[in-house]
C-alpha cells in the first residue's frame, strides 16, 4: 500500500498535467460536490472520521480545525496553503507541488467550498521556484477548465487562488507568521488568541493547512473518511508522506500507510550506506528530539509511537545518521539554525537560541567547562513554553533530547577536548 | 508629513511596472503592501541581484508603504540582498542532511576553486557564496542552488561541470 493518496499520479509521465491527473478521475469528487451541492457539514465532519491530522507538524486535527470557522458569518473567508516547507529534513511538499499540484488545487477549492471561503493564497516557500512555476501552470489549466473563478462549474460558487512566494525565512512555516508575510510584513508570530479562524489574513476567517494535509482531501472525499482512517492506526489515520535522508542508500519520499513500522521504511529507502551501523534517528524533522538507533528500528512510523518514544513524527521527515556522526556537531549544526532563523520577537527565544549554540559550539571546538551541560539544560528550559510560538521549543527540543541519548559525547568532548567519534 | 504623489510610471521601466502589478493584482485592492516580497524580487533581480534603498524607497512609493515597512521586509527575509552579489549566487546547504552527506567537501571545493569564501564575489564580479538553511531537497543531498535552479547528489566534479556550463 504505497502512493495511495497524495502520491497516486506519480507513476504517470507527466502527472502535473490537468489531462493526466484527471485521466485518474482527478476533480471527478470536486465535479460530485458542485453538483450535488453536497453540505459543507457533511464534508468537515467526512475529514473528521477520516483522522487526517496536520501533516506540518503539529498533528492538529484538521475537520477540528475546518469547524472552528463561523461557515455563516457574512465577510470574506480564506484558505490558505502552507508550502512553506522549511523544516530541515523534510522534502515532501515539494514533490507534491512539482508532481500533483492540481490534488491540492481540487484540495483546496473543496476546503474553500467547506468553510465558506472564496478566496485562497498557497505560500510557496521563494526558493522553490521550479515547484512555484508547476503550480502556476497547474492554476491557469485549472482556470481555463472552469475550476477556478466564479461560479465554478455553474454551482454558483466562487473560489479564486493564488501563490505567494516566500523570501527565505523558516518563521514563516508558523502559521500566524506566514498571513503577516502575505500581508507584506516582517514574519512574525502572532499572540493567540485569537486564532486564524477567528482573525486570520487581513483580519478575516481563515484555515491555514499544510500541503499534503490539503491535497489528502480530494482522496478522502472520494472514497469517504473511513477509507483513510482504516490505512492508518488508531489515532493516526490514513498515509503519510516520510522524507527519508541521511546516510542510506536511497533517500527520497515515501508515502506509507501510518504505523508502519520504522525497518520497513529504511528497508525501502535501501538500508544503511555501506553497510554501516544505524546510530540514531531525528524522526520528524529537526526538531524532534533524537531516537537512538537500536531504539528506533523497534518503533513504528505514527504520532503515538514516535511520542512513546520521547520524541514527535512532526512533518515526516526522518534523518538517518550512521555511527561516524559526532553527536556534538549534529547538535551544533542544528543549534546554529534556530540561532539564525529566531525571529527576534521574543527575548527568551532571541537570546536563548544564541546562548545554546555558542555553548555547543564551545564544547565542540574543545573549550567546554564542566558547568556547560546543565547551563544547556537550565537555557532550553527556560526558552521552553515562554515564547509566542513554537520555534523556542523547536530548539530547546533537540538540545533535550541528544543530552537525554548521547550525554557521554558530551562529556568526552568537555574531558578530552576531542570527539570520541572517528571520524568527528 | 506631505507625500508628493509621483507618476508611478517613473518609477520602473513598464516592463518591471507590469510585473508588480501582476502580484498586486492577487491581493485585495486595500493591501497593495502584500505585494512588497513579490516587488522587491522582481526589483532585485533586475538589479544584478541586490537591493539598493533607493530601490527600496521606490518600491514603497508603488506600493505606498512607509518606506521603514520595505527595509523592515528586505532585512527580514535572507533572499533579499542588501549588498552586490555575483552574477552566479552560490547558495550552500550546510544543514544536517547536506552535513552529514559531505557539504563541508563541497564548500571547500568551492572555495579553493572560486577563491572566495561566504559573503564574498569573486573580482570579476561572477560568483559569490552563500551559506544557507534547509532548502528542502535532503534526498538529494549535498545540494546548492544556482539562481532559481536547485542542483543536487552533488561531487566536486559534478560542482565542476555546472559551473562551467553557466555563462
Known amino acids: ?424 | 508629513m506631505t507625500v508628493t504623489v509621483k507618476d508611478k510610471t517613473e518609477l520602473f521601466s513598464p516592463q518591471i511596472c507590469a510585473e508588480i502589478d501582476r502580484w498586486i493584482a492577487k491581493y485585495p485592492a486595500e493591501w497593495k503592501q502584500s505585494a512588497v516580497m513579490g516587488a522587491l524580487m522582481i526589483v532585485q533581480d533586475d538589479n544584478g541581484g541586490w537591493l539598493t534603498t533607493e530601490l527600496m524607497d521606490r518600491v514603497a512609493d508603488y506600493l505606498e508603504m512607509p518606506p521603514i515597512a520595505v527595509y523592515e521586509v528586505a532585512t527580514f527575509y535572507s533572499m533579499y540582498e542588501l549588498k552586490p552579489v555575483g552574477k552566479h549566487k552560490i547558495c550552500v546547504c550546510t544543514n544536517v542532511s547536506c552535513m552529514t552527506n559531505k557539504s563541508d567537501l563541497i564548500v571547500e571545493h568551492l572555495e579553493k576553486k572560486l577563491g572566495i569564501s561566504f559573503g564574498e564575489v569573486t573580482e570579476d564580479g561572477r560568483f559569490s557564496m552563500k551559506e544557507v538553511e534547509c532548502l528542502g531537497a535532503c534526498g538529494g543531498a549535498p545540494m546548492m542552488q544556482i539562481g532559481k535552479q536547485y542542483y543536487e547528489n552533488l561531487t566536486p566534479e559534478i560542482v565542476d561541470a555546472i559551473l562551467e556550463g553557466l555563462e
Not at chain 1, 127 to 134: A, H, Q, S, V
Not at chain 1, 333 to 343: D, I, K, L, N, T
Request: net charge negative; with cysteine; proline share 5%.
Open chain 1, 1 to 424: 500500500m504505497v502512493n495511495e493518496v497524495c502520491l497516486r499520479t506519480l507513476d504517470l509521465e507527466r502527472p502535473w498535467l490537468m489531462e493526466q491527473y484527471q485521466s485518474r478521475g482527478g476533480y471527478e469528487v470536486l465535479k460530485q460536490v458542485l453538483s450535488e451541492k453536497r453540505a459543507p457539514e457533511d464534508i468537515i465532519e467526512e475529514v473528521k472520521k477520516s483522522g487526517l491530522r496536520g501533516r506540518g507538524g503539529a498533528g492538529f486535527p484538521t475537520g477540528l480545525k475546518w469547524s472552528f470557522i463561523s461557515r455563516n458569518a457574512p465577510g470574506q473567508k480564506y484558505v490558505v496553503c502552507n508550502s512553506d516547507e522549511g523544516e530541515p529534513g523534510t522534502f515532501k511538499d515539494r514533490d507534491i507541488l512539482r508532481y500533483n499540484p492540481h490534488q491540492l488545487i481540487e484540495g483546496m477549492i473543496l476546503a474553500g467550498y467547506a468553510i465558506g471561503a472564496t478566496r485562497g493564497y498557497n505560500y510557496i516557500r521563494g526558493e522553490f521556484w521550479e515547484p512555484y512555476e508547476r503550480f502556476e501552470q497547474a492554476l491557469q489549466e485549472a482556470r481555463e477548465a472552469g475550476f477556478l473563478g466564479e461560479n465554478l462549474l455553474g454551482s454558483g460558487f466562487d473560489f479564486e487562488l493564488h501563490t505567494h512566494l516566500g523570501g527565505g525565512a523558516y518563521i514563516c512555516g508558523e502559521e500566524t507568521a506566514l498571513l503577516e508575510s502575505i500581508e507584506g510584513k516582517k514574519g512574525q508570530p502572532r499572540y493567540k488568541p485569537p486564532f486564524p479562524a477567528h482573525f486570520g489574513l487581513y483580519g478575516r476567517p481563515t484555515i491555514i493547512n499544510n500541503t499534503e494535509s490539503l491535497a489528502s482531501i480530494p482522496m478522502i472525499l472520494e472514497k469517504g473518511g473511513e477509507w483513510f482512517a482504516d490505512i492508518g492506526v488508531k489515532n493516526s489515520g490514513g498515509s503519510k508522506l516520510f522524507s527519508i535522508s541521511g546516510n542510506i542508500n536511497n533517500p527520497g519520499v515515501f508515502e506509507i500507510p501510518m504505523g508502519t513500522p520504522f525497518s520497513e521504511l529504511l528497508e525501502m529507502a535501501g538500508g544503511m550506506r555501506d553497510g554501516r551501523k544505524i546510530k540514531a534517528v531525528i524522526p520528524g524533522g529537526s526538531s524532534a528530539p533524537v531516537i537512538p538507533g537500536e531504539q528506533m528500528m523497534d518503533l513504528n512510523m505514527d504520532y503515538d509511537s514516535i511520542a512513546g518514544a520521547g520524541s514527535m513524527l512532526g512533518s515526516g521527515a526522518v534523518i538517518v545518521l550512521d555511527d561516524t556522526n559526532c553527536m556534538v556537531k549534529t547538535l551544533e549544526r542544528m543549534s546554529y539554525f534556530y540561532h539564525e532563523e529566531s525571529c527576534g520577537q521574543c527575548t527568551p527565544c532571541r537570546e536563548g537560541t544564541g546562548w545554546l549554540y555558542r555553548v555547543v559550539h564551545r564544547i565542540e571546538s574543545g573549550q567546554g567547562r564542566q558547568e556547560d551541560l546543565d547551563l544547556l539544560d537550565d537555557v532550553a528550559d527556560k526558552i521552553s513554553g515562554k515564547t509566542i510560538c513554537a520555534l523556542g521549543d523547536a530548539a530547546a527540543l533537540p538540545v533535550q533530547g541528544m543530552l537525554r541519548h548521547y550525554r557521554d559525547e558530551f562529556q568526552y568532548h568537555i574531558d578530552h577536548k576531542r570527539c570520541m567519534v572517528g571520524a568527528g
